[in-house]
């Protein structure tokens, strides 16, 4: 098994796998699917026989060795011969070790970069990511759903049907914002660090309203008059102690602002 741990970094179309922002691939081509057409330009590809190599080598970015076939060590070797990025997606019964010795080998044969996959087991995918020091994808094609699941878990990208890319993007910002460390180089992927930060905090903003809104129904005075200072102070303490760098003094104000929006809220939605 490998035992790197420093953190490996792979171009593939655009991003860098393994630092940043989680990525979503909507664009995945298996030709061993019946009636697949590789097109002209395509991020991963997967072949179905050594045949499909060389037009995946001109229009693929990276290359997929997929877990039907990672025992065809003939056809592993010449698609790490590629010069692509591979994706090593972990055969259905292959156990931690046996795929990242798969990994391991398309690294030592070419010195590919090489990025894992995972379809369903996240905490594989995390111990996976976490032991070998390569980037993961997880696969949620067939269950979109699971995509805030699997940026949870560390997966540095998601494939993804076209269909459900709308719900992989949201996870990518909402739970990445807020799971995922970044450390953005330029001004421009500082601007879209914190745009993904601001739109994760416009919707816990909004729901953090809409509770203190109900709260304030439910007490037996409410609005501004049910307001319980002591109660406040302590909320702010406590969150005092997840951002220390903004402390009590910083975050007074700004709870206090929410506190009133959702008492605003709530006067407006109450019965005239």
């Avoid at 664009?27 to 395509?42: K, Q």
């Avoid at 229009?59 to 039907?68: L, T």
């Avoid at 979109?144 to 940026?151: E, F, I, N, Q």
């Avoid at 739109?199 to 953090?208: D, S, V």
Wanted: proline share 7%.
């Amino acid at each position: 098994m490998s035992s790197t741990l420093e953190r490996q970094v792979v171009p593939l179309g655009g991003h860098r796998l393994g630092e940043g922002p989680a990525v979503v691939i909507s664009d995945r081509v298996s030709l061993r699917e019946p009636g697949a057409v590789l097109p002209a330009a395509v991020t991963l590809a997967e072949p179905a026989s050594a045949d499909d190599l060389p037009a995946i080598a001109a229009r693929a970015r990276g290359v997929i060795v997929g877990g039907a076939w990672t025992r065809d060590i003939p056809l592993v070797r010449a698609v790490a011969g590629l010069g692509l990025p591979v994706v090593v997606e972990r055969r259905r019964s292959a156990t931690l070790e046996e795929w990242l010795g798969v990994a391991d080998y398309c690294a030592a044969e070419s010195g590919a970069p090489v990025i894992l996959c995972e379809h369903a087991d996240l905490g594989l995918l995390r111990e996976a990511r976490a032991v070998s020091g390569r980037p993961a994808l997880a696969d949620v094609s067939a269950d979109p759903g699971l995509s805030a699941a699997a940026v949870a878990a560390g997966a540095d990208g998601l494939i993804v049907a076209p269909a459900g890319r709308d719900q992989a993007e949201e996870a990518v910002t909402l739970v990445g914002a807020l799971l995922r460390p970044e450390a953005p180089a330029t001004l421009a992927e500082c601007r879209e660090a914190i745009d993904r930060v601001d739109a994760a905090l416009a919707t816990l903003l909004e729901r953090r309203v809409a509770l203190a809104g109900r709260v304030q129904r439910l007490k037996p005075v409410g609005g501004f008059a049910g307001r319980d200072p002591a109660r406040e102070r302590a909320l702010v303490a406590r969150m005092a102690e997840r951002a220390p760098a903004l402390g009590e003094a910083g975050l007074a104000p700004v709870m206090n602002a929410v506190i009133e929006a959702g008492l605003r809220l709530a006067e407006e939605n109450t019965p005239g």
